[in-house]
């Protein structure tokens, strides 16, 4: 069944929930279960899979690659350059090595992991030749702040930039005052990472009021709420099969006017310029 998506600056359309890989791939004895929580996303339509080299040493692409072995067309696998990595020869031997370890001959988003010391222009510019190539076929960025995305934006090739993925939570709501407005007027949907705060939402008291209006849980409440507006895609991170199953329903929570009011009450939105939080 599609579930409902989001619309690159490419045209091409997403799913808005997505699966989260960090801390997978860290333990053999856990690498059957990781895959397939995974392929049960897969399953239920979650198609859209977030790893990237640094998570378990590529242990996390691995843990993807085996997920999508077979059904690799149904898949939209996003990964990531680590920063020191990224110069120009640095991202494409970077990029080769990601491709190995997830099994595939492409990676369909590769995003610079976050701001390091490497020129801009040298990464956008290795993202670039990898697309030429067919090694990736859209690239983006994480860890972007307002005033960074500027400046990646005035570059000649800037403009190919397809989202920042960036903390996004009720508890982390700073991208609300600035960033989401400046992505939104550009039509560049961001990927909210660690929606549930890496399950520390599961058990606010706030959101399991709203979650019994819905017969739902506050996790799904913490998703259904950072996926009620256009241009967001939550990626949260499941290893357990409920939790895989009830991410994919919180799909179907339509959170009313006064849930919405009850949960400002409780996470107050920014009135101010919060500088971007990352974990
Ligand atoms: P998260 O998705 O907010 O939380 C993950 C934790 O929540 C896990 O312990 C998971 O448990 C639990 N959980 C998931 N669904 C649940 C549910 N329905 N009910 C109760 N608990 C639930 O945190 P995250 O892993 O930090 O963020 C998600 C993904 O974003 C990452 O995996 C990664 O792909 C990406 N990320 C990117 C960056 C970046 O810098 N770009 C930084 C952080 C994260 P189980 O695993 O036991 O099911």
């Known amino acids: 069944m599609p579930i409902r998506t989001a619309t690159l600056p490419c045209g091409e359309a997403v799913p808005v929930l997505g699966q989260g890989t960090w801390r997978m791939g860290e333990n053999r004895a856990r690498f059957a279960d990781e895959v397939a929580a995974l392929r049960l996303g897969l ?3 979650v198609t859209l899979i977030d790893t990237a080299e640094m998570y378990g040493d590529g242990g996390s692409e691995r843990v993807v690659g085996e997920a999508v072995a077979g059904r690799r067309d149904g898949a939209f696998i996003v990964s990531k350059v680590l920063p020191y990595n990224a110069s120009r020869a640095g991202t494409i031997a970077a990029c080769e090595r990601s491709l190995k370890n997830l099994g595939t001959d492409r990676i369909d988003l ?9 020129p801009l222009a040298e990464t956008v510019d290795a993202f670039e ?13 994480s860890n972007f702040d307002t005033d960074d995305m500027e400046e990646l934006t005035a570059l000649p090739q800037g403009g190919g930039c397809q989202t920042d993925q960036v903390l996004y939570n009720l508890t982390r709501r700073g991208p ?3 960033l989401l407005p400046w992505c939104g007027r550009r039509g560049m949907p961001i990927m909210a990472y660690s929606p549930v705060e890496q399950g520390m939402l599961a058990d606010n008291a706030a959101l399991a009021a709203v979650a019994g209006r819905h017969d739902a849980s506050a996790a799904q409440v913490a998703l259904a709420w950072t996926m009620r507006q256009d241009g967001v895609i939550a990626i949260p991170k499941a290893s357990r099969p409920d939790h895989v199953r009830q991410n994919a329903a919180a799909l179907d929570i339509a959170l009313t006017a006064e849930d919405l009011s009850q949960l400002d009450r409780a996470f107050a939105p920014p009135r101010a310029k919060v500088p971007l939080e990352m974990l």
């Open 129 to 141: 030749a990898l697309k030429k190539a067919g090694k990736i076929r859209h690239w983006g960025v």
């Open 110 to 118: 590769y995003l610079l992991h976050w701001i390091g010391s490497v």
């Open 43 to 45: 399953d239920l339509g």
């Open 176 to 178: 609300e005052f600035d």
